[in-house]
């Protein structure tokens, strides 16, 4: 899951009035479909300061918002902050979020991992406030337990868990033909290289590097597509050592 917030004004008067939280959902929807020409507001859920949760795209669609290279891997709830005006989360929102993680877990094959925009994308998203709740683990308010447990051992879980964070994705897939070139891609053969496969450094992602992906994902128990995409990426650090 990726969070998100609006990026703009949110007027802090929908705290009180939760008409005001459908009209701006309302706005945005228009907006993603009006101005950017998507086929639906580019959000998995939106989640209201009174505990409420808009169903955008819903389960087992892509999103739209996260950018290149994570809508493949990734839900996205926006929380109803902006970066005016209602900026810091209600408890509500952080309520709804986690909410809509537990529903995309039980019923969307969702995973464990629950992390901001800005992991993976380069943007501001979801400020500095909600992202700060997202970096403690994403908490229940009044401490009735969080998102993730970032002391348990799954690999989803990228708070700490079966290794190192991983990095942030480069925000484009790794893959082959053609040959994919970059530093990116010389980071990801180096770690798979520090985890005991075969493979050459190069930084070019050609048949070799497909090959070993392939391997790895199956030993994951992931899609062996090949492809390194934000999953594989995050699995590369954070997937126990077989």
Wanted: with cysteine; aromatic share 8%; net charge negative.
């Amino acid at each position: 899951m990726k969070v998100h917030y609006t990026g703009g004004l949110v007027n802090p008067g929908i705290v009180d009035d939760h008409n005001g939280c459908v009209s701006l959902v309302q706005s945005i929807q228009r907006g993603h479909q009006d101005g950017n020409g998507w086929l639906d507001i580019g959000y998995s859920f939106v989640a209201c300061p009174h505990r409420k949760v808009f169903e955008g795209r819903g389960l087992h669609h892509l999103p739209a918002a996260n950018g290149p290279g994570l809508n493949s891997g990734h839900y996205a709830v926006l929380g109803l902050v902006g970066n005016a005006g209602l900026v810091e989360p209600p408890d509500g929102v952080l309520h709804a979020i986690l909410d809509a993680v537990e529903y995309v877990r039980e019923r969307g094959d969702a995973g464990l991992e629950i992390k901001g925009h800005r992991d993976g994308y380069a943007t501001d998203c979801p400020g500095e406030p909600l992202y700060a709740w997202v970096r403690a683990g994403a908490p229940r308010p009044g401490g009735d337990g969080g998102g993730d447990d970032p002391g348990d051992d799954d690999p989803g879980n990228g708070e700490g868990g079966g290794g190192p964070e991983a990095p942030p994705f480069p925000g484009r897939l790794l893959r082959y033909p053609p040959v994919t070139r970059g530093e990116d891609v010389r980071t990801w053969q180096r770690q798979m290289k520090a985890r005991g496969w075969d493979l050459d450094v190069d930084g070019a992602y050609g048949a070799q590097s497909r090959d070993v992906c392939r391997r790895f994902q199956r030993q994951q128990g992931v899609a062996d597509d090949g492809v390194v995409g934000p999953v594989t990426w995050r699995l590369a650090w954070e997937a126990p050592l077989s």
